[in-house]
């Protein structure tokens, strides 16, 4: 029985799970997830086809790390200052900005939810949502709705932008404005907090 090298060490072939992902991420970010393949990404490694295989089993198997390692790069906001809607505000578009750089992610991302689930993201949106006084049935409401709400954000957007920075302000301005209000209005339907806030 061949027996899969743990993640971070070398085998024998010189590949690591890390390179492997490295490679495949810079194929996304330059060709989008069609671009990727099994065959492009032994190539672009230096390594016979097989190689590749007896790390990474299948092309499903790879996006799904390419997914978990994105969520990784995902800078988390500081909690010690501004609103709970704040908070989940900057985390879910530093999210959308991150999947968005990898063309075709967001549509991998949402094809399979369960494999892909944001590792680092759902837990800091969860105890977001709980300091603010949702309840579990309800946060996984908002969870729910900010998937399908950022998702659509990420796959309105043309799939040769690969910086959100790119986009229209005015697009990104009511993507936020939306996002603000789709969180004040959870809070009052299922907290009763006061939604009046300042603008901006």
């Known amino acids: 029985m061949v027996r899969k ?3 971070g060490s070398v085998s024998e072939d010189g590949l690591t ?10 194929i996304i970010s330059d060709s989008g997830t069609d671009g990727l393949t ?8 230096g390594v016979a086809l097989g190689a590749t295989y007896h790390h990474v089993p299948n092309r499903q ?33 530093d999210y959308a900005r991150l999947v968005h750089a990898h063309p075709g992610m967001a549509a991998e991302i949402a094809r399979d939810s369960i494999e892909m689930t944001p590792l680092s993201l759902n837990p800091f949106l969860a105890e977001r949502l709980g ?10 409401a908002v969870m729910i709705a900010l998937f399908f709400y950022v998702g659509g954000l990420m796959l309105a957007v043309p799939s040769g932008v690969s910086d959100l920075g790119q986009v229209d302000p005015s697009l990104l301005a009511h ?7 789709l969180l004040l209005g959870f809070a009052a339907e299922m907290v009763g907090t006061d939604v009046v806030r300042s603008p901006g």
Do not use: N, Q
């Open 5 to 7: 090298p743990k993640k």
């Open 17 to 26: 799970e890390e390179a492997i992902v490295k490679a495949a991420r810079l």
């Open 38 to 45: 099994m065959r492009r990404l032994s190539d672009d490694l």
């Open 61 to 93: 198997v790879l996006l799904r790390l390419v997914a978990k390692d994105i969520d990784r790069d995902l800078v988390l906001p500081s909690t010690d200052t501004g609103e709970w809607t704040d908070h989940v505000r900057m985390a879910v578009l």
């Open 131 to 140: 300091s603010a006084g949702f309840s579990s049935t309800d946060i996984e």
């Open 175 to 181: 993507f936020e404005t939306g996002l603000r209000i």
